[in-house]
């Protein structure tokens, strides 16, 4: 059954309240791995909020007009997966052919989208929670978006923290899980306006 939330609503839900990233903690890896620089960050944040977008609309797609009616919704998984490796695989040759620097930037980041367990949960809690196509599309989007704003406010703070005096047992992935520790308990600052499960 289609839960009765706007699309306004889970589209801010999805930036703020229920940040993929901060408030569940998927796609961490690439998180931390190319947050050091904005300008790569601003790429595969761009990348993952595309993937997102595209992917979160086919698969419902596809589970709603060939596993359900084919009783196949077993192998949800996997066909998920292949839809999101052909995504990214367009993605990452959309991107060499336009940028070539970013593509060299973003490096093996770029294809490993494909195993970004944020893009996996994101169609994952879509079945889960019976959202509609538009529902689905809205929360696709909000979600990428949502992992965007992360990784740039990540990005911006580690820019800043190089010239901080920061002790020496702290320097690098410490200081670094600190930051996001205090950003996702910002980002729960956010949960009394909308909720959505």
Same mark, same amino acid.
């Given at each position: ?88 695989? &367009?993605?990452?040759? =959309?991107?060499?052919?336009?940028? !070539? ?5 973003? $490096? +093996?980041? *770029?294809?490993? @989208? ?42 911006? &703070?580690?820019?800043? =923290?190089?010239?901080?005096?920061? !002790? ?5 992935? $410490? +200081?670094? *899980?600190?930051? @996001? ?17």
């Amino acid at each position: 059954m289609t839960p009765d939330i706007s699309p306004l609503a889970l589209f801010v839900a999805s930036i703020f309240t229920s940040n993929i990233l901060l408030a569940n903690f998927l796609g961490m890896c690439s998180f931390i791995s190319i947050s050091k620089d904005l300008s790569s960050s601003n790429g595969l944040g761009l990348a993952v909020t595309v993937v997102l977008t595209i992917t979160s609309a086919i698969n419902w797609l596809v589970l709603h007009y060939v596993l359900i009616p084919l009783d196949l919704v077993y192998l949800r998984f996997i066909v998920f997966i292949i839809v999101i490796a052909a995504v990214v695989q &367009i993605l990452e040759m =959309i991107i060499d052919r336009i940028s !070539p620097s970013l593509y060299m930037a973003l $490096g +093996i980041f *770029l294809p490993l @989208i494909t195993v970004n367990c944020a893009i996996l949960g994101v169609a994952l809690f879509i079945e889960i929670r019976g959202y509609s196509l538009l529902q689905s599309v809205v929360y696709g989007l909000g979600s990428g978006l949502g992992w965007w704003l992360a990784i740039m406010l990540l990005a911006a &703070i580690r820019k800043k =923290i190089e010239r901080a005096p920061v !002790p020496a047992g702290l320097k690098g992935p $410490g +200081i670094t *899980l600190i930051t @996001i520790g205090f950003m996702a308990m910002a980002f729960i600052g956010f949960s009394g306006m909308v909720a959505v499960q």
